[in-house]
Nanobody, 120 residues
Framework: QVQLVESGGGLVQPGGSLRLSCAASGFTFSSYAMSWYRQAPGKQRELVATITSAGGNTNYAASVKGRFTISRDNAKNTVYLQMNGLKPEDTAVYYC?????????????WGQGTQVTVSA
């Protein structure tokens, strides 16, 4: 079955760093664009970063651009989110998303989410 298993969340001080990982199985990882989303309490889920299936292109939300880096290792079926210069407003549950879109199909899978808390 399809699984997206996330790890790396936790508590960090402002200005600190964390690296989130998402290990995928049960589908052809290298054919899917991967994204990280986040949702803070009482707020709408927002797109943080996206990377294309081959890793050639990335996009970031303005609020994280220059601080976060998304990457993927297709040989390991894993996508990463390196988060530097963390701010309290980065506190949220972070979700891994896999997406495939074509003329004939549209598929998406979600991870369980991992908590990131930025606090002094």
């Amino acid at each position: 079955q399809v699984q997206l298993v996330e790890s790396g969340g936790g508590l960090v001080q402002p200005g600190g760093s964390l690296r989130l990982s998402c290990a995928a199985s049960g589908f052809t990882f290298s054919s899917y664009a991967m994204s990280w989303y986040r949702q803070a309490p009482g707020k709408q889920r927002e797109l943080v970063a996206t990377i294309t299936s081959a890793g050639g292109n990335t996009n970031y939300a303005a609020s994280v651009k220059g601080r976060f880096t998304i990457s993927r290792d297709n040989a390991k079926n894993t996508v990463y989110l390196q988060m530097n210069g963390l701010k309290p407003e980065d506190t949220a549950v972070y979700y891994c998303n896999a997406r495939y879109d074509s003329t004939w199909s549209a598929r998406a899978y979600w991870g369980q989410g991992t908590q990131v808390t930025v606090s002094a």
